[in-house]
């Protein structure tokens, strides 16, 4: 009998078989020969096989059809290497290990891990055993294509099957719900270790550091170094430079967050004395953003420390935050400094280094002849700057007049800058006590920016000045304009409003007539007051 099939297809291959009557229609595929010889855009390429002998009148040995299984595979071509699997079962083969490995490769490379456990599934069926390989395979296909409920089906299905899962794959499914946020870190570990702490390893006990430290849960963090520490008596498991890179960053984000706790780092370096830890790129750049919250002469004594270790191979990631380390206490010179030696030793700086450096300028007096040479040197060094760039140049020191701003914003919007909330927010708070100055520059941006409206981090810096300035009955004519345009004040508008009056020198008796109407209308207080009887005069 002959029947053929005209394909549609481009380059990379044709329609996939399908039944008609008992013959089974076989799509060809780039690499044949007919399919070749009549051209890539459309081909008559079928090869017909009887079902009642599929084996005998295909003439192909298991290993033709398994070669073309892994062939497939490389080329990510998923339905093709599904329709040989079922060829070699229909033929009368039995599908091995090396098989279904490569069919779970095809997966991997197709992106898609949907069908992975019904393919593992249907491995118990036929009596195929699964070992480590296999489950690595499949659940390293679920964490590529960032599938967190294929991995944890895949965890709970070697468990009901007895499948075995390797250490390094579980680590994995663990750091990947950790960056989940439907998942907290202890839920994870249970999820896929069963809260038992003596399967884990070094690793393990690395991301659970790492993971409880990103949440802020700083007590959690060190109570798992503790557990590592005491497991360590009666294992092999003991700690690393990742564990103590993970510590000082959670000694960092501890005095980011203002928690008024002191980093302990002479204990996390006695420590890594103890375990005979030498440091690398990423200990000297943490304890250098740890010395600039002890201040400059602090700072100064680590970095010349860490510069005496040879053995470090200090990357530009590292100067960058020493520049933004001496950039946080107000050195300018020292910033220059150290992007002058970043230059000389084939460094070059980044735009982050001179946004860095661009700091140190809103921390000085009079630092705006500063900050305008170092936006010249950027554009001399063949850089272009950023948002971040004019965000610094308008955190001055000093109040700026309407005209300087608003000329500031033109130019940021000459080179193509983005001229995001950030920026609007760094533009109004530039005005530091003056409210109608904010106003003003207010107006500007609404102006050169075409906006239709406040959005809520425009309001929030404008209020922010309102505090500054005392001025509450303006801070609730801002809070009317949002409720008009649709958007609803919260907590965090007064807290703005408190965080400018906290820094201004204004008393509680000018704001106090208007304090109440604002507390109310953000939520802080639950006063019963008749606002809308309320007659206020702007």
């Given at each position: 009998t002959s029947v053929s099939e005209v394909c549609d297809r481009d380059e990379g291959g044709c329609a996939m078989a399908a039944f008609t009557g008992s013959f089974r229609i076989v799509s060809g595929r780039t690499k044949h020969r007919q399919c070749t010889e009549l051209g890539p855009r459309r081909a008559t390429c079928v090869v017909m096989i009887n079902e009642s002998s599929v084996g005998q009148r295909a003439k192909m040995s298991v290993s033709q059809i398994q070669k073309n299984v892994v062939d497939a595979a490389r080329t990510g071509d998923l339905n093709a290497a599904t329709w040989w699997v079922q060829l070699m079962r229909d033929s009368g083969y039995s599908v091995g290990?090396?098989?279904?490995?490569?069919?779970?490769?095809?997966?991997?490379?197709?992106?898609?891990?949907?069908?992975?456990?019904?393919?593992?599934?249907?491995?118990?069926?036929?009596?195929?055993?699964?070992?480590?390989?296999?489950?690595?395979?499949?659940?390293?296909?679920?964490?590529?294509?960032?599938?967190?409920?294929g991995a944890v089906a895949l965890i709970h299905f070697s468990r009901d099957y007895g499948a075995p899962v390797s250490i390094n794959s579980a680590n994995a499914v663990l750091k990947l719900l950790c960056q989940h946020s439907d998942y907290?870190?202890?839920?994870?570990?249970?999820?896929?270790?069963?809260?038992?702490?003596?399967?884990?390893?070094?690793?393990?006990?690395?991301?659970?550091?790492?993971?409880?430290?990103?949440?802020?849960?700083?007590?959690?963090?060190?109570?798992?170094?503790?557990?590592?520490?005491?497991?360590?008596?009666?294992?092999?498991?003991?700690?690393?430079?990742?564990?103590?890179?993970?510590?000082?960053?959670?000694?960092?984000?501890?005095?980011?967050?203002?928690?008024?706790?002191?980093?302990?780092?002479?204990?996390?370096?006695?420590?890594?004395?103890?375990?005979?830890?030498?440091?690398?790129?990423?200990?000297?750049?943490?304890?250098?953003?740890?010395?600039?919250?002890?201040?400059?002469?602090?700072?100064?004594?680590?970095?010349?420390?860490?510069?005496?270790?040879?053995?470090?191979?200090?990357?530009?990631?590292?100067?960058?935050?020493?520049?933004?380390?001496?950039?946080?206490?107000?050195?300018?010179?020292?910033?220059?400094?150290?992007?002058?030696?970043?230059?000389?030793?084939?460094?070059?700086?980044?735009?982050?280094?001179?946004?860095?450096?661009?700091?140190?300028?809103?921390?000085?007096?009079?630092?705006?002849?500063?900050?305008?040479?170092?936006?010249?040197?950027?554009?001399?060094?063949?850089?272009?700057?950023?948002?971040?760039?004019?965000?610094?140049?308008?955190?001055?020191?000093?109040?700026?007049?309407?005209?300087?701003?608003?000329?500031?914003?033109?130019?940021?919007?000459?080179?193509?800058?983005?001229?995001?909330?950030?920026?609007?927010?760094?533009?109004?708070?530039?005005?530091?006590?003056?409210?109608?100055?904010a106003q003003e520059v207010w107006k500007g941006l609404s102006k050169s920016l075409g906006l239709s409206g406040p959005k809520l981090p425009t309001v929030l810096a404008f209020v922010r000045v309102c505090g500054a300035a005392g001025r509450a009955d303006m801070a609730v004519k801002a809070v009317y304009a949002m409720k008009k345009y649709g958007l609803e004040p919260d907590r965090t508008l007064y807290a703005s409003f408190n965080r400018g009056f906290q820094a201004g020198d204004q008393g509680h008796s000018k704001v106090k007539p208007y304090l109440m109407i604002l507390q109310t209308l953000c939520g802080v207080r639950n006063i019963d007051l008749p606002i809308n009887r309320i007659r206020i005069r702007f």
């Amino acid at each position: 009998t002959s029947v053929s099939e005209v394909c549609d297809r481009d380059e990379g291959g044709c329609a996939m078989a399908a039944f008609t009557g008992s013959f089974r229609i076989v799509s060809g595929r780039t690499k044949h020969r007919q399919c070749t010889e009549l051209g890539p855009r459309r081909a008559t390429c079928v090869v017909m096989i009887n079902e009642s002998s599929v084996g005998q009148r295909a003439k192909m040995s298991v290993s033709q059809i398994q070669k073309n299984v892994v062939d497939a595979a490389r080329t990510g071509d998923l339905n093709a290497a599904t329709w040989w699997v079922q060829l070699m079962r229909d033929s009368g083969y039995s599908v091995g290990t090396a098989t279904y490995n490569a069919l779970l490769n095809a997966y991997r490379k197709s992106g898609t891990s949907q069908g992975i456990d019904a393919v593992l599934h249907k491995m118990i069926v036929e009596g195929v055993s699964i070992d480590e390989t296999i489950t690595f395979d499949a659940l390293r296909t679920c964490i590529e294509c960032r599938d967190v409920r294929g991995a944890v089906a895949l965890i709970h299905f070697s468990r009901d099957y007895g499948a075995p899962v390797s250490i390094n794959s579980a680590n994995a499914v663990l750091k990947l719900l950790c960056q989940h946020s439907d998942y907290k870190t202890s839920a994870a570990f249970e999820e896929v270790f069963q809260g038992r702490i003596d399967s884990a390893n070094t690793t393990t006990f690395n991301i659970l550091i790492s993971a409880y430290s990103k949440e802020g849960d700083f007590d959690s963090c060190f109570a798992t170094y503790g557990k590592l520490l005491s497991i360590r008596k009666h294992t092999r498991i003991r700690p690393n430079i990742v564990t103590f890179n993970s510590l000082l960053d959670c000694l960092w984000r501890m005095k980011s967050r203002k928690r008024g706790i002191k980093p302990r780092i002479n204990g996390v370096l006695r420590h890594m004395r103890r375990f005979k830890i030498a440091y690398d790129v990423r200990t000297a750049t943490s304890l250098v953003k740890l010395a600039s919250f002890e201040g400059e002469d602090r700072l100064e004594q680590v970095l010349k420390s860490v510069l005496a270790r040879k053995e470090i191979c200090l990357d530009r990631w590292f100067y960058d935050s020493v520049v933004e380390a001496f950039a946080s206490v107000g050195q300018l010179r020292r910033c220059l400094e150290i992007i002058k030696y970043m230059e000389e030793n084939d460094k070059p700086p980044t735009i982050l280094t001179y946004n860095n450096a661009l700091i140190a300028c809103t921390k000085v007096k009079n630092g705006d002849s500063d900050a305008r040479s170092i936006i010249n040197k950027i554009r001399l060094s063949g850089l272009k700057p950023d948002s971040f760039t004019y965000c610094s140049l308008l955190a001055s020191k000093q109040k700026r007049a309407v005209d300087e701003t608003l000329r500031i914003i033109e130019e940021a919007m000459d080179e193509e800058v983005d001229i995001n909330t950030a920026v609007q927010n760094a533009a109004i708070l530039s005005a530091f006590d003056d409210v109608a100055a904010a106003q003003e520059v207010w107006k500007g941006l609404s102006k050169s920016l075409g906006l239709s409206g406040p959005k809520l981090p425009t309001v929030l810096a404008f209020v922010r000045v309102c505090g500054a300035a005392g001025r509450a009955d303006m801070a609730v004519k801002a809070v009317y304009a949002m409720k008009k345009y649709g958007l609803e004040p919260d907590r965090t508008l007064y807290a703005s409003f408190n965080r400018g009056f906290q820094a201004g020198d204004q008393g509680h008796s000018k704001v106090k007539p208007y304090l109440m109407i604002l507390q109310t209308l953000c939520g802080v207080r639950n006063i019963d007051l008749p606002i809308n009887r309320i007659r206020i005069r702007f």
